[in-house]
């Protein structure tokens, strides 16, 4: 084992219910490994209602499995609190929504920089650092266009 990389990713034996206790209570996730290497690309690919949103949001720490563990890059996140969590998925998670959960009447710009903002990271900084992200992308000439001003490819 000395010498080998962990995965940044490692779920064993994920089980998530709904309404425990309930008589209608319902396991969603019976019982998930999974384990994803720093660097790897890896999609997840199910039928509709068969578990993968559920699944990612434990990965994207939103929310908690009912059972299992799951390490982040060595973290026990079943374990870490919901302070915690806000933390970790600040620095070690990035999102990309299917309903995009943008700020309304807020520029790109300004949205992109609010997590750096929640990182603590002064004005000037964040500022460069957005406009660079939105260069990457192509998106130089929509800065300052607001979420209802933009394309659905573009506010994702
Ligand atoms: N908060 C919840 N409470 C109860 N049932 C839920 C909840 N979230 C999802 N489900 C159910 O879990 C199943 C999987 O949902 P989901 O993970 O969103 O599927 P997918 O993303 O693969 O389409 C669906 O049957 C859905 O109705
Ligand atoms: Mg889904």
Known sequence: MSGE???IIRLRGIVKRFYIG???ELEILHGIDLDVNEGEFVAIVGESGSGKS???NIVGAL???TQGSYLLDGIDMT???DGELSALRCRKIGFVFQTFNLIGRTSALKNVELPMLYNGVGAAKRTARAKELL???GMEKRM???PNELS???KQ
């Open 5 to 7: 990389k962990q995965p």
């Open 22 to 24: 309930q008589p209608n």
């Open 54 to 56: 559920t699944l990612m």
């Open 63 to 65: 929310d908690k499995p």
């Open 79 to 81: 374990a870490a609190k």
């Open 135 to 137: 260069e990457l992308v």
């Open 144 to 146: 300052d266009h607001q």
């Open 152 to 154: 659905g490819g573009q």
